[in-house]
């Protein structure tokens, strides 16, 4: 249901009757959300051959892949090489690692939190955690200085105290 109710405004004018609208707000929700993220989160005996695939409610905005991030081990660990794709409605973005997992691994999905979507709106992110997902703070990158981990403190990936989200799982 619309947040705006349906009135509608009915004036007469030098005998032309005319009908306004009492609300031009919009009737989709303001912000998205990350809805899914695969492997799930802390998933264990997940294939090495496995894609990261995170699936957001609205159409994010074009370039937000290079906030998504895949680590062996934890945050500070190395990063993964792989190339991200979005689908034709930029709401979901699929990551293929270029080379196999390492076998009996955890491994991080980091995604930015300060990824704004299509409109330009900031994510709503307090249901991440639902997900299973952890917040990143700058603690757990070695500090807030740019460089440690390389580039992962900047806008895209931070909002407020906060160096976006991340969800472990374990390959096979």
Do not use: K
Not at 18 to 28: H, K, R, V
Not at 123 to 146: F, I, K, L, P, V
């Amino acid at each position: 249901m619309s947040a705006c109710p349906s009135r509608t405004t009915v004036l007469a004018v030098a005998g032309a009757v005319l009908a306004l609208g009492a609300c031009s707000e919009s009737t989709s929700p303001a912000v998205a959300t990350l809805t899914a993220v695969s492997p799930a989160p802390n998933a264990v005996a997940v294939a090495p051959s496995t894609t990261v695939t995170l699936t957001f409610d609205h159409a994010m905005t074009p370039g937000m892949e290079q906030y998504i991030d895949l680590h062996q081990g934890g945050i500070t660990g190395a990063t993964v090489p792989m190339h991200c794709a979005w689908n034709a409605g930029m709401t979901t973005a699929t990551c293929t690692p270029t080379a196999p997992l390492a076998p009996g691994t955890q491994h991080t999905i980091h995604v930015g939190c300060g990824m704004p979507d299509a409109h330009g709106h900031m994510m709503e992110m307090e249901g991440w955690t639902h997900r299973g997902g952890e917040w990143a703070t700058s603690g757990m990158m070695g500090g807030t200085h740019d460089g440690h981990p390389v580039g992962m403190m900047g806008p895209g990936w931070s909002h407020g105290h906060h160096y976006g989200m991340l969800f472990t799982f374990t390959t096979a």
